[in-house]
């Protein structure tokens, strides 16, 4: 169990196993799975394979898909293991015991006794993150308890819970309001009336608040989030409990339907999905996630309409482009700076390397979207989009290229601009640091050494697969004379 989990905390961040090591870790859809996924605490599991630069496959594993932290979720399971009755019966009473402690009803049963309550009554346990009711106070009376909570604070949980911060396994980071203020006012110019908010829970507070504030905002909104403390604060049409790395609802096909009801809503019109995933997760199942909520959108459209795509903002940063692209090809970056209020180091106002390497992605044309010029961005005639302060439109690339918020310059022997920081090597071909280590590792497929893609979608997968299986006889049929070697000479 431990060297399997340990891989996954060093996968992807755009091809960290291609650059750091020989070794790497991916995750594997079966086109027609036979079984299904066994469950963890988080839902189905996702299943792995090791890869070693394509000369050999390790066994693959099942692990937990939101978890890359073995002390918040342990499970592993070897793809071809059997496992006994009472293993099966032992892991099925720990999911159920790592489930919350209320169920859905009941967080919203007592919300409304909640909001009944006097202010004086109102009160939440900071030790443990709970609405408390005027019968749980004495098993709370040792906790530090926050009182007299007003609706306002009830319509901000994310101000009043504690940001789950482990990096391996939350890593909550709430949007500055800068960054939300934006995002809800950009939302409102290019009219859309619903907002699916998948891991964004203050863009869905800050639309709730415009909804109900005295210039009403005829736009609503769905969160669905992992994190269930949220679960005391909405109804279930406000709110599911969700797992976006294996698009699992913890609340079954009641949870689904509030989904679907809210994506298919006057046929599919005005609604977007805004989405803002842990950066330390893997991009292929998120993206596999994502087209499997386009598809429920498009369930509601009409032949005629079947050509559409469901508006998305994808918020990531700007160095995983080429994944992202790579699942969703109509896709293009902005060059707005997404800050956070939590996060040390992706903060509004730094310059430099220091900018927050955070944007979004969307497949809605960029020349709509209006970037604030009392930030310094401005409009690209020859790109027919909104650019930062510092990012110069180069004339041999036709293109407005930086991508970390500085000005870029132009290689002519790459043929293509690069970072301030990097030279070209006449050693290695192309520009990198200068510190770099010639002729290490590179990005691209671990089979053929190409550039532009993965090894999981390598043309000669099958062929490498072929050998990679004979080395495999090879050895065992070695391994297997060897030992009869030894028994032979045994008395």
């Not at 009944?116 to 993150?129: D, V």
């Not at 050509?307 to 969703?328: D, G, V």
């Not at 110069?392 to 290229?401: A, D, G, K, P, V």
């Amino acid at each position: 169990m431990a060297a399997p989990r340990d891989w996954l905390g060093t996968v992807e961040a755009e091809g960290i196993a291609g650059r750091q090591g020989s070794s790497g870790v991916e995750v594997v859809f079966p086109s027609d799975p036979a079984t299904p996924a066994p469950l963890c605490p988080h839902g189905p599991t996702l299943l792995f394979v090791k890869v070693n630069q394509g000369k050999e496959e390790a066994r693959r594993f099942y692990a937990c898909s939101a978890c890359r932290d073995r002390k918040e979720c342990n499970f592993f399971q070897w793809e071809d293991e059997k496992l006994s009755g009472a293993r099966l019966a032992a892991r099925e009473a720990h999911n159920r015991k790592c489930q919350p402690p209320l169920s859905r009803t009941q967080c919203v049963e007592r919300y409304l006794k909640f909001i009944e309550l006097p202010l004086s009554q109102r009160k939440f346990c900071q030790r443990c993150q709970r609405l408390l009711l005027p019968n749980d106070w004495e098993k709370h009376q040792e906790h530090r308890v926050v009182g007299d909570i007003s609706i306002a604070q009830l319509k901000r949980p994310s101000q009043l819970l504690y940001p789950l911060e482990n990096k391996k396994t939350n890593a909550q980071y709430l949007f500055a309001d800068r960054s939300c203020q934006f995002l809800v006012d950009l939302l409102s110019t290019l009219g859309f009336t619903r907002v699916l908010c998948v891991g964004t829970p203050r863009l869905h507070e800050l639309i709730r608040l415009k909804s109900s504030g005295e210039k009403k905002s005829n736009i609503k909104s769905l969160l669905l989030d992992i994190d269930f403390r949220y679960s005391q604060f909405y109804m279930e049409d406000s709110f599911c409990h969700y797992n976006m790395f294996n698009h699992h609802f913890f609340d079954g096909k009641a949870a689904l339907e509030v989904c679907r009801t809210f994506l298919q809503e006057d046929k599919g019109e005005g609604v977007i999905m805004v989405t803002d995933p842990p950066f330390g997760g893997l991009v292929e199942p998120l993206a596999v996630t994502f087209k499997k909520l386009i598809a429920m959108w498009k369930e509601g459209q009409s032949q005629d309409s079947s050509h559409k795509e469901l508006p998305m903002f994808w918020i990531f940063p700007y160095f995983f482009e080429s994944r992202i692209r790579q699942f969703f090809p109509s896709f293009c970056m902005l060059d707005y700076q997404v800050d956070y209020d939590n996060h040390a180091l992706y903060k509004h106002g730094k310059t430099g390397r220091k900018q927050s390497p955070v944007r979004i992605f969307t497949n809605i044309p960029p020349n709509k979207i209006i970037l604030p010029s009392e930030e310094g961005y401005r409009f690209c005639a020859s790109c027919q989009r909104y650019i930062s302060l510092e990012n110069q439109h180069c004339e041999h690339c036709n293109s407005c290229t930086s991508k970390d918020g500085r000005k870029w310059n132009h290689c002519f022997l790459c043929k293509k601009c690069v970072k301030p920081s990097w030279i070209h090597c006449s050693i290695c071909s192309h520009c990198a640091l200068p510190d770099h280590s010639c002729g290490g590792p590179r990005d691209g497929c671990f089979i053929c050494g190409q550039l532009d893609h993965k090894r999981s979608t390598c043309p000669k997968i099958a062929t490498s697969k072929k050998v990679n299986k004979a080395v495999r006889k090879q050895k065992q049929r070695k391994s297997n004379k060897m030992k009869m070697g030894t028994t032979k000479g045994n008395p």
